[in-house]
């Protein structure tokens, strides 16, 4: 056993044929997985099987890139809508954790409180909810003719989203708010296991401030060893202001591995993935990174220029720019970049060298566990099922078997009041 | 997920208390209500039908997943909603998914004409008349009046003591054309085994109820593929 801080947390994020923007056009992806429910019972089964905690969704509701040439040489303007997706899940799976994205600007707080205590009774007290506030006008164009709600408005609107979705979990009703009300409590009983897993993913001071409130699971991106300590140490600090001890919250950064049984090959394969993406889908999906639509416009091997503040995902933004001031990348290796891990820390080598630093950041300090992205699937969902996985076993990080039945059992997380 | 199976049922009836728990505390006035409905389900058709079927190409090699030319913005912008488009989930396997309709009122009666592919009326306020007058509607907006499909709601548990008089019942509002079928309500589990195990059994020794399914998809199985209602 490790004689360190005991075991991490694993979360299987699904997506389609891929993390990777090209992994639909390697030769091992299922390339219809958008539209193949057998596909993704065989991923939560192969994930199941590997002790995951959790299953992990995400979700727009539109299709994400408005340039229809660029869309269409993606896959990911074609899959389920996620929630419908896990209730289908959850009946062929029996222990691992069912965790959906889903908006707090788009959906209202009794509908959506119904839906996920209504997951978490048809699974057994499996379900989780990730809370986004959505930062695209590509989704706001579906919802409306206002366009984005500004950050700073669409906070305190998630704010008082996340508070009304509490009460109606622990049975209350009678909510008179700014955005909404809402008068009955549910017409379900108080979820098996207390209330559905909070988790959110806002890494932005206002999503910091509103994850140590009310998540009890953090999903962020974190390139560096640093990066990650420091928002580890700075959204821990932040729970004591609201009564809540650090064992309160599990902070899982996402980690975009690439595993083979060597070192040459798991390169090899990375490469091979690399070469795939047009240079136009790379430039686009930085784009989209940045919330700004015109860099195209821009010499594609000369530095990224200058950007005004956005009110598109804030921290993500942030975290493109430092990274391209810092290695001196050109607009083409800083899309290649990003576009093969969407801005998540890559790994790729041997299972022992991604259990090396994956056991590095956590023993560090700088992450409870990880949201697994495998690059394409289903083969690298396997390979790190079955390769990586044992490897953390074998070194005591990673449990052998369901200590519990609920995903607060597998979360170790206390049963709200 | 199901392989083409699914259906809305679209309740027109404005319920309050819903309204209360969906930060409308006020509620919809009745017109409002109706012509939000009907926006509401013009847009949902619309938005099913933004990706041709064969939009999808999967073509690795050529690195080309779908056809641009394929995909369908709706960009409505109407009284009530103002929606882009299109969906990112696939074309329905059965085209789209079955609409339903119930809780039609008089001003609901043309919207279920012009675009439901199926109606559920109450059996107590039924009149034989019903029915017609859905399917006289749905030819003026120049569709086959087999394209509506109107299935009457029926209690299943009064009558299980008597299967034969629950078989009359059914037989005798099916032939005199007052509804296509039946959306049995069943109050209580075993209401659904006597309804299976005792009057199906009646219906099909008298020929009105199929044997098996003849189709995959849900639309198809309400003899509706083919149809265009929108």
Redesign the interface.
Known sequence: MSAGRGQMKLGAFLWATGHHIAA????Q?H??A??D?DHYIQLARTAEAAKFDMIFCED?????EAN??I???????????PI??LA?LAVQTERIGLVSTASTSYN?P??LARTFVSLDHLSGGRAGWNLVTSASQ?EA?????TGLRPHADRYERAREFAAVVAGLWQGQ?GH?GR??????PLDLPRSPQGAPVMVQAGASDEGRDLAARTADVVFTAAQTFEEAKAFYDDLKGRLAAHGREPEDVKIMPGVAPVVAASEAEARAKHDELQE?I?DDVGVALLSSYLSISDLARYPIDGPLPELPASEGMQSRQALVIEQSRRDNLSIRQLARHFAGARGHWRVVGTPAQIADELEARFEGGAADGFNVMPSYFPGQLDAFATLVVPELQRRGLFRTHYEGSTLRDHLGLKRPA | MSHGRAGWNASMTSEPREAANFSRPEGFSGDDFHLRAEEFIGIVQGLWKGWDADALLFDKVGGRFFDPEKMHLLDHKGEYFSVRGPLNVARSPQDTPVLVMSGLSEPAMDIAARTADVVLLDEPSIEPAKAGDLKRRALTFGHRPEALKVLMNVTGSAEITAPDLFADRLEERFRSKACDGFNIAMPFTSALDDFVGLVLPELRRRGLVRSGYSAATLRAQLGLAGEDRQ
């Open positions: 639909w056009r390697h030769p992806a390339v219809t958008g539209i429910i727009a509701a539109g299709v994400r229809v040439n869309a269409s040489q993606t896959s990911r303007s074609i899959g389920f809508e419908s997706l289908a209202e009794y509908g590509i164009a579906n919802f409306g003719s009703g008179e955005s909404f009300s809402a008068r009955d795939l047009p």
